[in-house]
């Protein structure tokens, strides 16, 4: 039950984090502010690792290859997805840009059944469908 505590915690952050988004891009370009968010990022997340002792004891050093890769390849999809949501939020409404920005975990589902082997219920599949529904009824234009 733990999970639920910090998903909890990781979805109000994110809605705080777009608010904020959306005031700081109204004269900012969004790839300068991606940048300016990567930095302050990297910034705070040494700061809280030195502080849990997270960077000692040669925790880097267990580190192997193939976990290198993946923290690369996800740091670089991660650059990416804030480089595409700022630009869509420069341009668009907060409320229909984070709504279909949902659409992610669509695809998050899928993807962790195709290439992690997670089962995918029929329960899932229908909740995909409707995140797919709700993103579609909020995005178009009325």
């Known amino acids: 039950m733990t999970w639920l505590i910090f998903v909890l915690l990781s979805a109000l952050t994110t809605s705080l984090s777009s608010i904020f988004d959306k005031f700081a891009i109204k004269e900012a370009d969004s790839t300068l502010a991606a940048t300016l968010y990567a930095i302050i990022t990297a910034l705070f997340l040494i700061g809280f ?53 949902t659409i992610g975990l ?7 059944a195709i290439i992690l082997g997670e089962s995918l219920q029929i329960r899932q ?5 409707f995140i797919m529904i709700g993103a579609y009824l909020v995005s178009v234009a009325i």
């Open 125 to 129: 599949m229908i909740g995909a469908v």
């Open 106 to 112: 669509l695809f998050t589902t899928l993807l962790s």
């Open 49 to 101: 690792s030195l502080a849990f002792r997270k960077l000692n004891n040669g925790n880097i050093n267990t580190l192997s290859i193939h976990s290198i890769f993946f923290i690369l390849l996800s740091g670089t999809m991660y650059g990416l997805y804030w480089l595409f949501y700022l630009q869509a939020l420069k341009h668009g409404p907060l409320g229909k840009v984070a709504i279909t920005d």
